[in-house]
């Protein structure tokens, strides 16, 4: 695990975003973790939220000429991201879409620099996939072209019921259905390895057991 990734984990940990316990999933599973990034609601973890995206994304190798924040995560998501961007040298321009279109002023849906070149989607997870595929239509509809997808946690999960697990799991089938790179900040295998690595607080330790079972259970290879 990079360096990178340990410290998105420990940073979602410390910022209460990553929590463990027993949580329902959207998928009826129970998990023995939870990530939510509406809780990064302040500015000061918002801005290292957005300097880990932007680390990714340049990291990454990926050619891109803008970013794209679908509704609603995704917008303070892509707007943050274009901050931290420019902070890094690298000045960008992001639009988001709304949800329902405007029928005054400058109308329509997408919010922001038009939509052209090449795309990163920005969100904070993929579960059904909804979300990017709306995007990737947006996207292609302006003429412009979807080069990748950007997210923060990977959970690395096989999608579907239980009775019928595919082997693939909802990051990999967005990204065999579109051709695109799916990139994350960190995974499911990045958590494991943060837990197991963090013997010294058996509040974090506990949990280990259940986490490898639940990656076995509902894992991907």
């Given at each position: 695990?990079?360096?990178?990734?340990?410290?998105?984990?420990?940073?979602?940990?410390?910022?209460?975003?990553l929590r463990f316990g027993e949580f329902v999933t959207k998928a009826g599973r129970t998990s023995p973790y939870f990530f939510?990034?509406?809780?990064?609601?302040?500015?000061?973890?918002?801005?290292?939220?957005?300097?880990?995206?932007?680390?990714?994304?340049?990291?990454?190798?990926?050619?891109?000429?803008?970013?794209?924040?679908?509704?609603?995560?995704?917008?303070?998501?892509?707007?943050?991201?274009?901050?931290?961007?420019?902070?890094?040298?690298?000045?960008?321009?992001?639009?988001?879409?709304?949800?329902?279109?405007?029928?005054?002023?400058?109308?329509?849906?997408?919010?922001?620099?038009?939509?052209?070149?090449?795309?990163?989607?920005?969100?904070?997870?993929?579960?059904?996939?909804?979300?990017?595929?709306?995007?990737?239509?947006?996207?292609?509809?302006?003429?412009?072209?979807?080069?990748?997808?950007?997210?923060?946690?990977?959970?690395?999960?096989?999608?579907?019921?239980?009775?019928?697990?595919?082997?693939?799991?909802?990051?990999?089938?967005?990204?065999?259905?579109?051709?695109?790179?799916?990139?994350?900040?960190?995974?499911?295998?990045?958590l494991l390895t943060y837990i197991s690595a963090a013997s010294a607080d058996p509040q974090l330790a506990q949990y280990k057991?259940?986490?490898?079972?639940?990656?076995?259970?509902?894992?991907?290879?």
């Amino acid at each position: 695990m990079n360096n990178l990734r340990q410290e998105f984990i420990a940073f979602s940990v410390a910022s209460g975003v990553l929590r463990f316990g027993e949580f329902v999933t959207k998928a009826g599973r129970t998990s023995p973790y939870f990530f939510n990034a509406g809780l990064f609601n302040e500015g000061g973890t918002l801005a290292q939220l957005a300097q880990f995206y932007a680390r990714t994304l340049l990291d990454s190798g990926v050619e891109f000429d803008m970013l794209f924040g679908p509704a609603y995560k995704g917008i303070t998501l892509a707007s943050a991201t274009a901050v931290a961007m420019a902070a890094e040298g690298r000045n960008v321009a992001f639009s988001y879409n709304r949800k329902e279109a405007k029928d005054h002023g400058e109308g329509g849906t997408i919010v922001g620099a038009k939509l052209q070149g090449r795309v990163v989607i920005i969100d904070d997870v993929i579960s059904a996939g909804t979300s990017v595929r709306e995007s990737v239509a947006m996207i292609r509809a302006a003429g412009a072209t979807p080069c990748a997808v950007l997210i923060a946690l990977d959970r690395m999960e096989r999608s579907g019921k239980d009775d019928a697990l595919s082997a693939k799991s909802a990051v990999d089938e967005v990204g065999r259905e579109f051709g695109l790179p799916v990139i994350s900040i960190g995974n499911l295998n990045d958590l494991l390895t943060y837990i197991s690595a963090a013997s010294a607080d058996p509040q974090l330790a506990q949990y280990k057991d259940a986490v490898a079972a639940y990656r076995t259970r509902y894992g991907v290879n």
